[in-house]
Structures are given as structure tokens and as C-alpha cells.
């Protein structure tokens, strides 16, 4: 069977394509085409071209993923792959980026890129997952808007706390943690300082929530403010931004609205049964992973997200272990809110939480070990198409801190089959120690990572257990 590797680089507006075979030679030289009709019928001839010339072909397409300016290229071969036998797969940049660093390519084009595409394609075939159907591409895309819509929320009461801080401080104090419903209500009648100075107590308790003793003591405030920008100028600004803001907290509910909609499936509502998973972090949950799949062990999944613990053993040496942050960050903003939500409304993990700070971790090391535990839940969750259970997870979690049988001391460690712990060996005072440790307690460097403590006692109890 004959096997073809494409590699497609893509720019804004064209894609540079080379064509190689199994032993990595140039079956088709370099080429560009334009992102347009015309440019993809060329494509299409020239892949039906390769079919008629070999009977039993395998062509490996590979485009790399740019955010969205590939997604032409990919849905015309994807449609071409209903007819041809083409296996196609959208790759991470960081992985040709590698891939082209090996191969000592100092000098960067879009030919040499789409030969680090095609190169990537015939050495690691054997772990790509080709053909993935994304189904939910554009739900993926709805809910990028919605985060976009977010970051600009952000910024503009960031900005409207700089410009409250010299137009009516004094109203600043009542808005610490998040901002009321009358916040912007008063702001839009009052939009500063000596303009709330004058204000009447019968007129502003006409606004919702707003109490007469909270009017009383606004315009209090303001009659002795401090500000400094309380010119016509200032009103405007103000008055914009919290327009702005009030348009962008209304399209961020219906956005929202319309997700949670568009994502009703079984999926959803089993990751809606863990406390602390409500309906817009169930929907993000849900794509991000797309499908349970795709991932064959929950270490997979830890992985893709970026949550699982690595560390580094070199010679003497033995690095902390830490978060890896390698895989996608959505993912782990998502994972963070959940195990923040979780802490005060779910039981068992605000025992962990509270467990791992009686050990010395400090609140973000705790909340990290949790966002690991959490998705390996969901994992399981899906994968079994089950809800959520704490009883499980309890009864894996003892299972899996049993009390083994101990090893003899003079059991030999698998790397040491061919020869044993020589102390004549010019090693340092540490790998000295080391070896003294192994003799006592052999054990593998796995154990460094697990926690042998038991499951807390509290929420034990509380379920009978």
C-alpha cells in the first residue's frame, strides 16, 4: 500500500502544501495556493490526480491549527475524505515547532514548515488521532465570544473603578466584592460626586434595593467627597462606560442562555450532578473535552488539560513537583472556578481542601491537587455515564492507600537487574544516602508522588461509611 504525507502550512489568505512519501522524499515539490474557489479546485485535482496514479493510496493530511484561518482548508478535504481514503488531522503548532527544532532547521519559511508538518505526519502516524469529526466546532467558537465578551466586561469596570476613584470615591466602599444591582441604576442618574450631592432621599429611593438609610447615607458621602474630576467631561466618561458595561453584562447572560441551550445532552446533566458544576461550566466542560473518547485513561485527559503533576530526577537530583500547565488553559480557568464552587457546597472536597491545608499546602497548592482529583471525577463520570458519587471516590481513595505487603529488603530494583548497588562507585554523598534509603525501604519513584494519607474522617462518618 502506498503512503503519502501532505503537509499544509496555512497563512492568512493562502496555504504552502508539499507532498512526501514513506522514506521522506519529495513526491510533489512545493506549492502555494490562494484560499479561494479556484484554489481549492487545484487542490481537489491534484489529490484525485495521486489517486489515479496509485491504486492502493493513504494519503495523511496535516494542517496546522492557526485559530480559525485553517478551517477552509480543513473542511474542503474533510468533505474529500468521504470519497477518498484521506486521513486528516488538525495539529498543535508546539508540536511541528518541536519537530522543526529537531531537525536543526534554523532558517524559518512557510516551505520549511510545511515539510515539518509532513515529516511530523510520517514519524508519529502511529499516535495521531485522524479523522476526528469536531462536532462542536461552532459551539467552540460561540463560546470564544463569550469569553471575549468577558475580557471587555473586565476592562471596562477596571476602567470605571479609575475613573469612580477621583469622580465619587465615596461610592466605591459599597461595591468591594461585586457590584449591586442599584450600582449602575445610581451611576446612570448620578455619575458623580456633586451630582449626588445634590440628590433628593425621595427621589433616589425610587431606585430598586435602594433603602432610605443607604440614600441618606450616599448623599452624606457625597457632599463631603474628595473628587477631583466632576467636570462635564468626567459625567460623560462615565456614563459611556457604564452603558458599555450594562449592554456587555446583558449580551454575556443571553450568550450564556443560548450555550446552555444549544448543549442540552445526557453529557451535560450528569456533569451537573457534582456540586459545584452548574450549567455554563458543565457546557465548557463538555467542550473542551468534546468527546470522553478520545482519551484512554484519565491520566490522558489530566494531559490534554494540563493539571497532572510532573517533577524532574536527574542523577542526584530530584526537582519539586508542580503543575505542569502544558495542555489548554480554558480548560484549567474552568477546573479552578469548579473547585473554588466546589469547596463551599460539596462536602467531600471541602474536607480534602481543608485535609491538605492541615498538611502544610498553602490555599492555591490545595486547590490545584483538587482541580487534578476533580477532572479525574469527571472522567469517570463520563466515561461510565454515571452522576456523580462521593461514596466511589471514597471507596477508590481506600482501596487504593490499603497498607501492601512489604517488600523484602534485599529486593533488587528493576533497573538494578544486571548489577547491584556497587558503594565502591565514585558517586556523591547524596546518591550515597539514596542507596542507603532504597536498602531499607525500596520503593519507586511513583511513591514520591502519592499522598499516604487516609480518607478525612468527617464526611466518612456523615455518609455511614
Known amino acids: 500500500m502506498k503512503e503519502l504525507f501532505v503537509g499544509a502550512d496555512v497563512s492568512k489568505g493562502y496555504c504552502d502544501f508539499i507532498i512526501m512519501d514513506e522514506n521522506l522524499k519529495v513526491a510533489e515539490e512545493h506549492f502555494q495556493l490562494d484560499d479561494t474557489y479556484k484554489g481549492h479546485q487545484i487542490f481537489t485535482n491534484i489529490i484525485e490526480k495521486l489517486f489515479n496514479t496509485y491504486r492502493d493510496l ?12 485553517e478551517n477552509n482548508w480543513f473542511s ?8 477518498l481514503n484521506i486521513k486528516l488531522i488538525r495539529l498543535n503548532p508546539k508540536h511541528v515547532y518541536h519537530q522543526k527544532k529537531a531537525g536543526f532547521n534554523k532558517i524559518t519559511t512557510d516551505k520549511t514548515s510545511a515539510i515539518s508538518i509532513a515529516e511530523y505526519l510520517k514519524l508519529h502516524k502511529g499516535k495521531l488521532r485522524f479523522n476526528e469529526d469536531h462536532k462542536y466546532t461552532d459551539l467552540r467558537r460561540l463560546w470564544t465570544y463569550l469569553k471575549l465578551i468577558k475580557r471587555q466586561l473586565t476592562q471596562c469596570t477596571n476602567q470605571l473603578e479609575k ?19 442599584w450600582f449602575y441604576s445610581v451611576l446612570k442618574k448620578y455619575p458623580t460626586a456633586n451630582k449626588l450631592s445634590k440628590a433628593k432621599v425621595t427621589t433616589l429611593i425610587k431606585i430598586p434595593y435602594i433603602t432610605e438609610k443607604l440614600a441618606i447615607e450616599l448623599i452624606g458621602n457625597a457632599r463631603c467627597s474628595v473628587a477631583s474630576f466632576t467636570s462635564e467631561i468626567g459625567e460623560r466618561l462615565i456614563l459611556r462606560v457604564v452603558d458599555e458595561i450594562i449592554i456587555l ?17 445526557p453529557e451535560v446533566e450528569i456533569l451537573k450532578t457534582f456540586k459545584g458544576i452548574g450549567n455554563i461550566w458543565a457546557c465548557g466542560l463538555l467542550l473542551e473535552i468534546e468527546r470522553i473518547q478520545r482519551f484512554k485513561s484519565a491520566k490522558a485527559l ?5 493539571v497532572h503533576p510532573v517533577f524532574k530526577e536527574s542523577g542526584d537530583g530530584f526537582s519539586c513537583v508542580k503543575m505542569s500547565k502544558e495542555g489548554r488553559c480554558e480548560g484549567r480557568r474552568i477546573l479552578f472556578n469548579v473547585v473554588k464552587t466546589a469547596i463551599y457546597y460539596n ?48 471507596e477508590n481513595r481506600i482501596k487504593f492507600y490499603q497498607p501492601k505487603k512489604k517488600k523484602s529488603s534485599m529486593t533488587v530494583r528493576k533497573s538494578r537487574r544486571f548489577q547491584k548497588q556497587d558503594d565502591e562507585a565514585p558517586i556523591s554523598r547524596r546518591q550515597y544516602k539514596k542507596r542507603r534509603e ?23 462518618k456523615s455518609l455511614g461509611k
Open 302 to 306: 489530566s494531559s490534554y488539560f494540563g
Open 438 to 460: 532504597q536498602e531499607v525501604s525500596p520503593n519507586d519513584m511513583s511513591h514520591r508522588l502519592r499522598d499516604h494519607t487516609p480518607a478525612p474522617g468527617n464526611y466518612v
Open 163 to 181: 475613573y469612580l476613584y477621583t469622580a465619587n470615591p465615596q461610592i466605591l466602599p459599597h461595591c468591594k466584592t461585586h457590584k449591586p444591582t
Open 76 to 83: 474542503m478535504i474533510w468533505n474529500l475524505g468521504k470519497e
Open 58 to 69: 493513504t494519503l495523511y493530511v496535516g494542517i496546522e491549527s492557526t485559530g480559525s484561518y
Open 347 to 394: 462536602e467531600w472536597i471541602k474536607d480534602l481542601y481543608e485535609d491538605y491545608q492541615a498538611k502544610g499546602k498553602s490555599k492555591l497548592s490545595a486547590i490545584g491537587i483538587l482541580m487534578h482529583k476533580t477532572l479525574r471525577i469527571i472522567y469517570g463520570m463520563l466515561k461510565n455515564k454515571t452522576g456523580y458519587s462521593p461514596r466511589i471516590d471514597i
Open 249 to 265: 453584562r446583558k449580551t454575556i447572560k443571553e450568550t450564556e442562555a443560548d450555550i446552555i441551550k444549544l448543549c442540552d445532552i
